[in-house]
């Protein structure tokens, strides 16, 4: 239970209260000083002290001055009237509840708005700042625009000078070199050939060309080489010098980052060339020329042209069981594979053939945008259209510019737009 | 742009920048004056040349001209300093030599070559050297071949690969050594990497080598000197300087390389004022400027007591970057110290000024 602080000692006037309140022994902070409009309290621990006012009061304005073992409280009346007495009398106690917990939420309300009121301002503060230093910043680069444009005219203007310089020099030397000329055209005209005739005549103003300027001498100057020939050497005797060039087998130029990726891709070449599976029985059969899978390429590629699909397969065939490592075998394999309709084939022969095409230099470009064509279009012909457009937009990857395998892109898509939707 | 204003370093100040409607592959300024021209493929096939002046703050179209083929390069060495006449390389290898007062019917033409003619370089013009005024091309057929004006259809030097032998595309020439009437020496780079040095006055090889990376651009630091330098740009952002005063019986010349960006380096051009300076544009749409500086000493002996270069030391001057394309061309002015035209393949040209050049 706290004991009730009751000797103040108070007197008023007009507009305000002065309220004197003894502690007995024990300090005050102002923390234990709570006021609102109507309720004063002021709790020391064990001591309490407590009023409802009369009358509201302002509390922003009221002070309270603390010190001498004495609280000053000076309360400023809302309103300027005398009061009867410091506090309400007949106050019961669920007005006194009533009144206690109202100031509180008022307290609460005005602490509320005060920290608003103080993040509002502290971020006025901050932007203020900023507006500051982007100003400054502003400033800076402006200076060195300044700079800069004063640096553009000033090279402007000397440039400017020197052109007049130009035009006045060239002018004189115009007038001297039409003075001495005119001595000159006489006999130099009949001296001209049919080429020379027809060049004056664009000279003497038709409209084909915009001859804009009025320099003169340009005209008249053809006239001069004639004059400087005797001072100049003979063309020289004519001869060739043969010239050797660093090998390099790509066409495309050197470049450094990309040796070792090249050296990579033709060392596989080299051993794919190398290469003989030859635990073949049926090789001893064969005549000397069909051991060679090149030969046995050629002839595969005739067959294909001649629209013997078969006869192309077989030769493929026994190219691949005599090497089975050159790309090539396998992508023309693929391709006859897709005239007899043997789509799974198709799709295995081209995805070796993809394999054995690594690492991707531009050398093999045309050869993998082939692979993944005819995978691609081995899969649309399955239905398999989603498969069949990654491996057309693989190939249109390599080579943006193909206008086929964008067309067959686009028909692919629409399809699988048309079945998505149909499903 | 440039790192801090205010420094004395050399500042690339951009002055004009003019939008074209084609592809532009080659610009030149036209000398004495304060014109350059453009050449350049138009969309339907056709080759252009334009000329333009400066006028103030922009360029003003002067001329237009269409020709049937594409125009890859163009060079004004060749021809003295009243005729002005431009020599070009189209996309079909065909040298023309064309009056830009008359350009309808070329003043000299020739089909040099099967296929497109990458570089060309001229010599012995504007009042620049002596001998004969002659012209190098080089083209994607493998050959290089260097021709005389006067002289018609068939070239004074042609540097053509073995018999049965594989070609590689030539990408650039330059002239140099043409210090007196005979000497003369043309550089040729392949896209093999490959840089050769023929001697015409004994019409041989006399120096090759590989820099692993194909050779997109080289120029001599001046054509009409006893060769001095030589700069070499390639692909994959490299370049080297050979020292070419002294060169060793089996090491050749002596280089010092940089790399300045991972993107090809396009172009190399000395500055004309002074040969110690130049500047390459890249891949990526940037200029760097460098200058060279020398050893102590430029050559010194090697165990067996032949002499051998000793090459010099580059530095970065400024960089900048002006476009998200490569700029395929360069040109300094020979008349303006540090004026320059860029072309580049987003279809402009800019002028370029580079202050503060004389305290470099």
Known sequence: MPVWLREHSWRQTLTAVYLSLPLRGGRATPANIFCSEQYLKVSIPPFLFEAILYAPIDDTNSTAKIGNGNIFFTLYKKEPAMWDSLTLENADKEKLQYLRENAVLKAHEKAKKETEAKKITKQEHKKYALEATMKLEEAERKRIEDLKEKERQKVAKELELWKKQQKDGDKYKSIQKKGELHQEIEPLKEKKSEKMNKTQIPNEGTSKTRLKSTKGCHGSCIFSPNLKEEHLPAPRAAATIKVNFTPRVFPTALRESRVAEEEEWLHKQAEARRIINSDLSELKDLKEEEKNPDWLKDKGNKMFAMGDYLGAVNAYNLAVRLNNKLPLLYLNRAACHLKLRNLHKAIEDSSKALELLTPPVPDNEKARVKAHVRRGTAFCQLELYTEGLQDYEAALKIDPRNKNIEKDAEKVRHLIQGTMQSS | ?360
């Open chain 2, 1 to 360: 742009m440039s790192a801090a204003v205010g420094t004395e370093r050399p500042q690339v100040v951009s002055h004009v920048q003019q939008a074209l409607s084609y592809t532009v592959f080659d610009c030149k300024w036209v000398p004495r004056s304060a014109r350059l021209l453009c050449l350049g493929s138009a969309a339907r096939g056709t080759g252009l040349i334009q000329l333009y002046e400066l006028h103030g703050a922009r360029l003003e179209l002067l001329r237009e001209i269409e020709k049937p083929k594409p125009i890859k390069c163009g060079t004004f060495g060749a021809t003295s300093l009243q005729q002005r006449y431009l020599a070009t390389g189209d996309f079909d290898g065909n040298l023309n030599i064309w009056n830009l007062e008359a350009p309808e019917i070329p003043v000299y033409s020739v089909k040099g070559h099967k296929e497109i003619i990458n570089s060309i370089d001229g010599v012995g013009g504007l009042g620049i050297g002596e001998g004969a005024p002659e012209i190098v091309t080089g083209s994607r057929d493998g050959t290089v071949k260097v021709w005389d004006p006067r002289q018609k259809d068939t070239p004074v030097a042609n540097m053509e690969p073995v018999q049965g032998e594989s070609k590689r595309d030539c990408w650039t020439v330059a002239f140099g050594n043409a210090y007196n009437q005979e000497e003369r020496v043309v550089c040729a780079g392949y896209d093999n990497g490959d840089i050769k040095l023929f001697d015409l006055k004994t019409m041989s090889l006399r120096w090759e080598t590989n820099i692993k990376n194909g050779v997109c651009s080289v120029e001599f630091d001046r054509k009409d000197i006893n060769m001095n330098k030589l700069v070499a740009t390639s692909l994959e952002g490299k370049f080297h300087v050979f020292d070419m005063r002294t060169q060793h019986p089996t090491k050749g010349f002596a280089s010092v390389s940089e790399k300045a960006q991972k993107s090809t380096i396009w172009q190399v051009r000395h500055l004309p004022q002074n040969r110690d300076i130049f500047m390459t544009s890249g891949g990526s749409g940037s200029l760097h400027l460098w200058k060279y500086e020398y050893p102590a000493q430029r050559s010194k002996k090697d165990s067996e007591g032949s002499e051998m270069g000793v090459a010099g030391s580059v530095n970065l001057l400024q960089n900048v970057t002006l476009s998200t394309q490569p700029i395929c061309s360069l040109d300094w002015s020979p008349d303006k110290k540090g004026l320059c035209v860029c072309g580049a393949f987003d279809q402009t040209v800019r002028v370029l000024i580079v202050t503060k050049l004389s305290k470099v």
